[in-house]
Structures are given as C-alpha cells and as structure tokens.
C-alpha cells in the first residue's frame, strides 16, 4: 500500500477498515450513505425501545430463573461421555426434575411478561430451586439451583423505576 505524501499509518488504517467508510471502485455500486443513516437509526430505535422495555420489568430475574430451568432439565436426560466412559446420571426422579425445570422456565417468562406478578413468580423459583437439591440431581449439579435461586431472589428485589417529573 502506497502512502501520499503527508499521510499517516494511521489515518490509511482508519480508511480502509472504518466499517461505514463507503469505497468506489470503478464500476461497482456503493451503498447510499441514507441507507446507511436509516439503518443505524433503526439500530438505535431498537436499542432504546429494547433498554426501556428491559428497565421495565426484572429481567435479569427472568433471564437467570429461566437459565437455571435448563441444567436442571437437561442433566437427569443426558448422557455425557469421557473419552470411552459413559456417564449417565439417571435417577427416578427424571419426571419431578422436568417439571421443575419447565416451570423454573415459565416463571421467568412470567417475571419478563407479567411483570406485576414478580413477587411471586420470585417466591415460587426460588422454593422450586431449592425443591430441586434433593429431587433433581442436587439442583442440576449446583449449575441450575444457583442460577434459579439468584434469578428468583433478584425478581423479589426488582421494583419499578420511578418515572421523570414532568415541567
């Protein structure tokens, strides 16, 4: 690559690679800079909408409540394998760990959707999570119990953000 006089490294490096930095070669068809435009617009529109629909309601509770339903779901069905040994961890109470696990799922949809039910959708992850210590595998190895128990505890201790006063 070929330098002009009085240019820099680094302002050849930030042409080239800059990721809305449009390039014409002769012949090819460029990308309208309104395009452009509209799509980072859109972008931004989503990330605000999806920030203020996130602040609205325990999210993080939800995410993790629902986070912790999978190990304890997945875990008592799966057979894990090191190198030639197989390792199943089948117990019968495959039945109560499923329903734990789908229900540890639903309630963080719960925490995401109906969010005025949070305190109990809290509650119940959390007695779930701590039901599965002994009916699913210790809480799918301590990997769900801990997620589940954390989600269900922050659903609790969510509560709605006071809105701007108005001038």
């Known amino acids: 690559m070929l330098l002009k006089e009085g240019t820099t490294?680094?302002?050849?490096?930030?042409?080239?690679?800059?990721?809305?930095?449009k390039r014409r070669s002769p012949g090819a068809h460029s990308i309208d800079s309104d395009v452009l435009k509209r799509g980072h617009h859109l972008l931004t529109a989503f990330r605000q909408r999806f920030g203020d629909w996130?602040?609205?309601?325990?999210?993080?509770?939800?995410?993790?409540?629902?986070?912790?339903g999978v190990?304890?779901?997945y875990l008592p069905y799966a057979a894990l394998t090191l190198d030639t040994l197989a390792?199943?961890?089948?117990?019968?109470?495959?039945?109560?760990?499923l329903v734990i696990g789908v229900l540890l799922v639903a309630l963080g949809m719960i925490m995401w959707f109906q969010s005025h039910l949070?305190?109990?959708?809290?509650?119940?992850?959390?007695?779930?999570?701590?039901?599965?210590i002994p009916m699913s595998n210790l809480g799918g190895l301590l990997i769900g119990l801990?997620?589940?128990?954390?989600?269900?505890?922050?659903?609790?201790a969510w509560t709605p953000g006071r809105s701007a006063p108005t001038a």
């Open 9 to 21: 490294r680094k302002l050849c490096f930030r042409a080239l690679f800059h990721p809305l930095r």
């Open 54 to 68: 996130r602040g609205s309601r325990p999210f993080w509770g939800g995410l993790l409540t629902m986070l912790g």
């Open 71 to 73: 190990p304890i779901v």
């Open 87 to 97: 390792i199943r961890i089948a117990t019968t109470a495959g039945s109560g760990s």
């Open 118 to 132: 949070r305190v109990f959708a809290g509650v119940a992850a959390t007695v779930l999570a701590l039901l599965s």
């Open 146 to 156: 801990l997620l589940a128990l954390l989600g269900g505890t922050l659903s609790i």
